[in-house]
């Protein structure tokens, strides 16, 4: 069992930054597929980046050149540097993991544990 806990949400302006992270229990981190994903009021949830065991990256059309993915596997930590922050990123963020190989990372139900979310709000 894998339990996720999000930081780093809050309120900012437009073109304004935050770096969301979560920490994962366990000692096999480094073997995790690691993903963020979000969710606004009254929409889907929906994927924004992941990174894989390996250090390979992925991201949203919506997040790629303002969003960076990172991963710390001796902190057991997964980061999100978001970056010219509009007010259409305002969400929850999830985090989510994974400890299998799949081709796919853009998908919910590409991942078997999840965190509580991180709410994050751009004002106009």
């Known amino acids: 069992q894998v339990q996720l806990v999000e930081s780093g949400g809050g309120l900012v302006q437009a073109g304004g930054s935050l770096r969301l992270s979560c920490v994962a229990s366990?000692?096999?981190?480094?073997?995790?597929?690691m993903g963020w994903f979000r969710q606004a009021p009254g929409k889907e949830r929906e994927f924004v980046s992941a990174?894989?065991?390996?250090?390979?990256?992925y991201y949203a059309d919506s997040a790629k050149g303002r969003f960076t993915i990172a991963r710390d596997n001796a902190k057991n930590t997964v980061s999100l540097q978001m970056n010219s922050l509009k007010p259409e990123d305002t969400a929850v963020y999830y985090c989510?993991?994974?400890?299998?190989?799949?081709?796919?990372?853009?998908?919910?139900?590409?991942?078997?544990?999840w965190g509580q979310g991180t709410q994050v709000t751009v004002s106009s």
């Open positions: 989510a993991a994974r400890s299998y190989y799949s081709p796919n990372y853009a998908g919910i139900n590409d991942y078997d544990y």
């Open positions: 366990g000692r096999t981190f480094s073997r995790y597929s």
């Open positions: 990174i894989s065991w390996s250090g390979s990256t």
